[in-house]
T-cell receptor, first 114, second 112 residues
């Protein structure tokens, strides 16, 4: 069975602070895929990044960066110099080669105050 | 534009009145799925379909039905809605799980 844990329910920061969202996953499969989605107040799910289990290279995209560590089964997400527009719910998700289902964590609500 | 289209976006209904939420994708994806989102629980899979006429239960299928008569459409049917089905619903499709999933804009359902 697959499982994704986002232990942080809510995070509140002041603008320009950095914020790191934790994601820990469980799967028995050796081939799997990890995702991060953003859900702004408008409600839609916005795709941010995907990673496959064979690619542990960290990635940076503008103010966003991701740290994938297979040794600790973690796929953490950092927003650098946060802005009010970053306020949203962020979901980490997992699927694998043996299961099309996308398993989501409970989500972390990020509030960035001006 | 490649997309998953859900309708309606918002729906308020009464207990027991059958309803259908439509989902259509224009990307020729074989895989489609329905999720519901509830506070503190993330998104949970209701039903999924690997291809036309092939559907299966997800984690929370009770009270829902689906059908896949055409590749592009995957409607979600609530035969007798109850208040505990008040939720935000998402339809998703995928060509290849490694490439990711495309989600619809969501349907916010309230059952009173």
């Amino acid at each position: 069975a697959q499982k994704v844990t986002q232990a942080q329910t809510e995070i509140s920061v002041v603008e320009k602070e950095d914020v790191t969202l934790d994601c820990v996953y469980e799967t028995r499969d050796t081939t799997y895929y990890l995702f991060w989605y953003k859900q702004p107040p408008s409600g839609e799910l916005v795709f941010l990044i995907r990673r496959n289990s064979f690619d542990e290279q960290n990635e940076i995209s503008g103010r966003y960066s991701w740290n994938f560590q297979k040794s600790t089964s973690s796929f953490n997400f950092t927003i650098t110099a946060s802005q009010v527009v970053d306020s949203a719910v962020y979901f980490c998700a997992l699927t694998s080669s043996n299961d099309y289902k996308l398993s989501f964590g409970a989500g972390t609500t990020v509030t960035v105050r001006a | 534009e490649a997309q998953v289209t859900q309708n309606p976006r918002y729906l308020i209904t009464v207990t027991g009145k059958k309803l259908t939420v439509t989902c259509s994708q224009n990307m020729n994806h074989e895989y489609m799925s329905w999720y519901r989102q509830d506070p503190g629980l993330g998104l949970r899979q209701i039903y999924y379909s690997m291809n036309v006429e092939v559907t299966d239960k997800g984690d929370v299928p009770e009270g829902y039905k689906v059908s896949r008569k055409e590749k592009r459409n995957f409607p979600l049917i609530l035969e007798s809605p109850s208040p505990n089905q008040t939720s935000l619903y998402f339809c998703a499709s995928s060509l290849n799980r490694g490439l990711g999933y495309t989600f619809g804009s969501g349907t916010r359902l309230t059952v009173v």
